[in-house]
């Protein structure tokens, strides 16, 4: 599969790049940013070419990876997708719930393959736990924490649209990535109420009758940074595992993902129209924590 890299950020930089330059099955066609000097340092650090005109690697391409702020991503994921291309995109999908529906239905009229990549859905055994607990049932709830120290600690991902939208709409994903999949698809957002920083706390509710409880944060002091997942129900106590491998990896395991889709047009199950429904839960949660609803 050919594939070019839209971005040239932190995460381009330390996970996209080298997990596509690496990977067996992938040629990185090349590399376009909003700052072309970037675009040339990364193109050439992994061996590959830049780009100025970003439908000039669109036109050589048979998908694209997105490392972009969301609101710049949908709008280039749409455009890619108009153009054929497959999407390997990162989360959210979009900053608002009209920029998510423009990219499912992009793809859907399009006919082209789609994943997000929600890091934790890529990780083999964090992925093979959640099968299990989805396949288990009987769940009475959750509790999820992803607590980061981006704007407390020495992080390069102190970026500005981390700063606008906060730990709701950075590790909120990954949260609801996880939850969604074992307790069903989200009835609606209970509560949903800020804490200290840019700390959210959310309720909710699920389709399979569980309720869960999610803590988010990108302001917590270092010594607290995490993430942890709890299930309890009728098989007892369960905690999402850890992963001996790294977002790399998880990358590389997205794409294979992708190439799949694409190959026998099954979606996948971190597709944009469930990147869209993310959005859509992340929206009312913000929504309620800004005391506009309710």
Known sequence: MRIGLLGTGPWAQMVHAPALSEHGSVDLVGVWGRRPAAARELAERHGTRPYDDVDALLA?????????????QADL????????RHLLLDKP???TVPGARAVARAVREAEVASVVFFTTRFLPEPEAWIAEQASAGGWFTGHAQWLGAVFTGDSPFATPWRREKGALWDVGPHALSVLLPVLGDVRRVSAAGRGPGDT??????????????????LTAPPSAAGSAVELRG?????????SASDAVSALGRAA???????????????????????????????????????
Do not use: Q
């Not at 050589?60 to 710049?72: F, G, I, M, N, S």
């Not at 706390?201 to 569980?210: C, K, N, Q």
């Open 93 to 95: 999908v979009a900053a």
């Open 60 to 72: 050589d391409v048979d998908a694209v990876a997105v490392a972009l702020p969301p609101d710049v």
């Open 234 to 242: 009728e098989a007892g106590v369960v905690r999402l595992p850890p």
């Open 77 to 84: 994921a749409v455009r890619a997708a108009e153009a054929g």
């Open 256 to 294: 294979d993902a992708l190439g799949a889709a694409a190959r026998d047009g099954r979606p996948h199950a971190c597709d944009a129209p469930f990147g869209l429904r993310v959005t859509e839960v992340l929206a009312e949660a913000e929504a309620l924590s800004s005391g506009s609803l309710g």
């Open 200 to 217: 959210v706390h959310m309720v909710l509710d699920h389709a399979g009758g569980a309720s869960s409880t999610l803590t988010l944060s």
